[in-house]
């Protein structure tokens, strides 16, 4: 698992494509300049663009990234040479899922130094009222990594059961719009609007909400933002939801993958 | 041991609109360990199929299949195994050098040993001088090498070859064929899947051939080859006239023939096995079936 997670790792930094997305991250010096256009809370507004350079990126790559990897193994035959190795099928995918795991990591690591640099610079120039607490920034930024993490994991259950790189990709964008929406809408359900809805959508929606995970809890951007304190036992939460949901995830794509036909 | 056990394997493919594809019918198969195979049969007759469920590619649709005496499915049964899947394709964003690395660490390979065989691999196959390009560029042949050398890094007891000739010029070949001769003469188990009846009878113990599916015939090589020999051809000449003259005989009428040449004055030159090969066998075989 440790040999395939080496090569593909190797193999995401030499491909072109995926570099060539991380020139969007050029743009963050900009965003100081762009943010003072606004006379009022300049600091909390580059916060804000920052977040959303930085998950545009991080959406971009997991998608990509996640929905091109086993699809391009299976359609240029790599798998024949990679899966008559004395590996699990379960070995191999994991070793895929990492590398793009850790990929996104560093990405992560990366984009988020400069977007503190951003955020500093333009707490320099024009100081917010409340304080920048750093702490939440990095926070934030961790916990959207992972939830990117999160999506690449379906982005390979998809791969395991199609043979197009269709499902996995726009599947997994339906995942992300559904899992980012789902919180809520499931707040608008128990309003007393939405018990006015018929029986059957309010089913299905609630069904959604327990299936697809919820992305919602990831964003700290709030408090990133605001400076709000960001509460230490819903943050364990959310990571014990990551990791129990990932798990789920990548047993059922091994699963899946462990009975695939490789023809 | 088997080295390669196959009981009444089927395999029926589900292919556009639901056809049905029966690629496999009832097969049945042993190979002993230290044989060398030659599994020859026509484009579609199901020789990859029957090496993807060996490889645990795929899964039988009935029957079983057993590498090294374990279920095809185990990743642990192909520990000693170097498989060589047909057109091979490798990670292309990496060089041979590390496509090598690579698949010797999978295969436990490490430090001085993985080094010895990854020098050793790459003079066996000449890819020295490409050893640092990316795959991306290399050709056909050269790839097919590196599959070679990649199926040969860790020394394994067995090997499985899809069309192991396939894309090489005659030198690679002739290389290929010398390879898999010495892999013979120390003990290795092989066994590949070919188009070309003479790399048969230079290499394997046995045939088995192969059509629609269905497993036609399972022959001793040498068998095979004595009882298709037809006759000679004796290639004679005048000493005085310069007459040259080439008398075909049956293997019975040999010496008969020989004596009466000389008694008219020639002398016998050259002396001819006239061979049906294996290719008339195999013809035959693919004939009868097309009947
Ligand atoms: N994935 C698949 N879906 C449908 N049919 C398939 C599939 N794979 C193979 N077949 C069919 O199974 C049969 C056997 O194919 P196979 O590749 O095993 O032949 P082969 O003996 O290796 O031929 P060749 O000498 O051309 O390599 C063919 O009729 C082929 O069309
Ligand atoms: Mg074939």
Redesign the interface.
Same mark, same amino acid.
């Given at each position: 698992m440790w040999?395939?997670f080496? *090569?593909n790792l190797?193999?995401i930094f030499?491909?072109r494509v995926f570099l060539g997305i991380l020139v969007a991250a050029t743009i963050f010096p900009l965003i100081p300049s762009v943010s003072s256009l606004s006379m009022r809370q300049v600091t909390e507004l580059s916060i804000t663009l920052s977040f959303s350079l930085l998950t545009f990126i991080l959406l971009l790559l997991a998608i990509f990234l996640g929905g091109t990897s086993l699809w391009k193994d299976i359609e240029?035959?790599?798998?024949?040479?990679i *899966?008559?190795?004395?590996?699990?099928r379960g070995?191999y995918l994991l070793g895929k899922f990492a590398a793009i795991a850790v990929f996104l990591l560093l990405v992560s690591l990366v984009l988020g130094l400069l977007l503190l640099m951003t955020v500093y610079v333009t707490s320099i120039l024009h100081p917010p009222i409340r304080p920048v607490v750093w702490g939440n920034l990095v926070l934030a930024v961790l916990f959207h990594c992972l939830k990117y993490i999160l999506l690449v994991s379906f982005t390979f259950l998809f791969s395991t059961v199609s043979t197009s790189f269709f499902l996995p990709i726009f599947g997994t964008i339906a995942v992300f719009f559904v899992g980012t929406a789902s919180q809520q809408v499931f707040d608008f359900l128990q309003s007393p609007s939405g018990q006015k809805l018929p029986v059957l959508l309010q089913q299905i929606a609630t069904g959604l909400y327990y299936i697809v995970p919820n992305f919602t809890a990831f964003d700290l951007n709030v408090n990133a933002i605001y400076a709000l304190d960001v509460p230490l036992n819903g943050i364990g939460l959310t990571l014990l939801y990551f990791i129990v949901y990932l798990v789920i995830i990548l047993s059922c794509a091994s699963f899946l993958f462990a009975?695939r036909?490789?023809? | 041991m088997n080295v390669i056990e196959i009981e009444n394997l089927s395999k029926t493919?589900r292919g556009k609109r639901r056809a049905l594809v029966q690629a496999l019918q009832s097969m049945s198969l042993t190979i002993d360990q230290g044989e060398t195979f030659g599994f020859l049969g026509p484009n579609g007759a199901g020789k990859s199929t029957t090496i993807?469920i060996i490889?645990?590619?795929?899964?039988p649709t009935t029957g079983i299949a057993r590498l090294m005496g374990m279920d095809a499915s185990h990743?642990?049964?192909?520990?000693k195994?170097g498989?060589l899947?047909?057109?091979?394709?490798?990670?292309?964003?990496?060089t041979a050098e590390?496509y090598l690395r690579?698949?010797a660490?999978?295969?436990g390979l490490s430090g001085k040993a993985l080094n010895q065989q990854l020098e050793r691999v790459l003079s066996l196959l000449d890819l020295q001088e490409a050893r640092r390009r990316p795959i991306r560029g290399y050709s056909k042949g050269m790839v097919q090498r590196l599959?070679l050398a990649?199926a040969l890094i860790h020394d394994p007891e067995v090997l499985i070859l899809d069309e192991p000739m396939s894309g090489l010029d005659p030198v690679g070949r002739a290389l290929v064929k010398q390879v898999l001769l010495e892999l013979r003469s120390q003990g290795k188990t092989i066994f590949f899947s070919t188009h070309i009846t003479s790399d048969v009878e230079v290499i394997c113990d046995r045939v088995g051939v192969i059509v629609k599916g269905k497993m036609q015939a399972i022959e001793r090589v040498e068998d095979v080859l004595l009882r298709q020999t037809s006759g000679y051809d004796i290639h004679v000449c005048h000493p005085r006239t310069g007459l040259h003259k080439t008398v075909f005989s049956e293997a019975k009428t040999l010496p008969e023939i020989i004596v009466s040449s000389r008694d008219e004055g020639f002398e016998v030159i050259k002396l001819e096995p006239r061979r049906q090969n294996l290719e008339s066998f195999f013809l035959d075989i693919v004939k009868s079936n097309h009947e």
């Open positions: 040999q395939v080496r *090569a190797k193999g030499r491909d240029r035959r790599y798998t024949f040479s *899966a008559g190795l004395p590996l699990t070995q009975r036909e490789l023809n | 493919f993807k490889m645990g590619l795929i899964r990743s642990a049964a192909r520990a195994v498989f899947p047909e057109n091979p394709a490798f990670y292309d964003f990496l590390e690579f698949v660490r999978i295969f599959g990649q």
